[in-house]
Structure formats: C-alpha cells, structure tokens
C-alpha cells in the first residue's frame, strides 16, 4: 500500500509542478474524533447478548502537504493518524457493563481539490478555501484493551489492507498561518472480517504554510 501511495503522490506531484500557477508548502497537526458504524448492534460475551455502543474518543493527527494552483488547486499530502474509539457492550441480563478502547495508527496520502475565495494572486496573507477529495489509509498499529478476557482481541490483521474515505472541508489562511474544519466519510469497510463498520471521523488541523 506504501509503494502504491508514493506512486500516487509522486504522479500527482510531477503534473501539479508542470501545471501549477503558484504553490505552498505546509505542515500541521491537530485533532480528531472517530466514529466506527457497525453493521452488529448486540455482541455475544460469555454466551451472553450485550447491546453494543460506539463511542468516539478524541485522536491526533499530523501530516504535510503541497498546494499547487491559484483560485483552483490541488493538495497532495501525506499523514500520520492516532485514531481512538471506545465500545461498550452492555448485558441485556444483568447491568454488567464491558468496555473495550481501541487505539490505531495509521499512515495515509490525502489527496484533495480545491477552491480559493479570494484570488491569492491579489492577496497572500489571507484566504478562505473549500476542499474535497479522498483519503487511503494503512493500519500501521492496533493497541486493544479489553474489558473482559471473553472479549476477541484485534490486531492489524484484523483491518483492512486500504481503507478509503471521502473528505471535505474549508479552511482559513492568515499570514503563515491555517486552519482547517473537516470530515471524513467512511467509504469502505475497516474490518476483514463480516462487520461492515466504515470509519467516520470530524477533525481540524492548524499549521504553518510557506508561498512562493
């Protein structure tokens, strides 16, 4: 998946500097909250029924990207993620409650379009931009904690080799500095396994960009 992403990255490199008006470098970090939908919404614990709930917990994430174009622009980048969701599955017999926290990391290539309010080759210091695009994603790490010993435990071979999302969103430039409000949409299962659940997650990032 690694090679395929850098390949990915490198082509829409070459044809972003060969068409590109103007481009900026950045870099960032910032936070997230995951959202896992399921497909299962009881869990079978010690031949026992829980009704399962997801909750999201806030992650991080940080990354890099270049923007080529002026009032249009394209932005590949590349990021790092800890993403972060908590399950509890509660009995339908008794008022026991079990927990479960699961902690990813993941590496992705965002590749996203754009559009600039404001033209930058009038104004520099500040813009207003909305974006759109796709994000592919590989499971580098899984830590689980569980609640109970009679609860599986899940590891990187449990997920799904590329896991794609939509992502849209705007964003604010001011000086050398940016903000970004988005989400992403689960477009293909996270797990291997029957469990259809997709990864959703709201995320903002600030950072640093260079113009030239």
């Known amino acids: 998946m690694k090679k395929i992403s850098l ?7 070459a044809f972003a ?19 896992l939908t399921s497909d299962q919404g009881v869990s079978l614990i010690d031949g026992v029924l829980h009704d399962q ?5 806030p992650g991080a994430q940080f990354g890099a990207a270049l923007t080529f174009g002026s009032r249009f622009f394209v932005q590949p980048g590349f990021q790092y993620s800890i993403l972060t969701s ?10 026991d409650v079990l927990k479960e926290e699961t902690t990813i990391n993941a590496f992705s ?13 009038k104004e520099n210091l500040f813009n207003v931009r909305i974006f ?3 994000d592919g994603s590989h499971i580098l790490s899984v830590d689980h904690s569980k609640g109970s010993e009679k609860i599986d435990d899940i590891d990187e071979d449990d997920f799904t080799n590329l896991i794609v999302s939509a992502d849209f969103g705007m964003g604010i430039d001011i000086f050398i500095f940016y903000v970004d409000l988005g989400y992403q949409l689960g477009l293909t299962p996270v797990y291997t396994g029957g469990d259809q659940a997709k990864a959703n997650a709201f995320y903002s990032n600030i950072g640093l960009r260079l113009s030239f």
């Open 132 to 134: 759109g695009g796709f």
């Open 53 to 57: 709930k997801v909750s999201g917990r």
């Open 17 to 35: 500097t060969s068409y590109g008006q103007h481009f900026d470098i950045r870099a960032y970090g910032g936070f997230n909250v995951l959202q």
């Open 7 to 13: 390949t990915i990255f490198a082509i829409v490199l």
């Open 109 to 121: 290539v965002p590749l996203k379009v754009g559009f600039r309010l404001i033209d930058p080759e």
């Open 86 to 95: 908590e399950i509890i599955n509660e009995s339908t017999v008794t008022d």
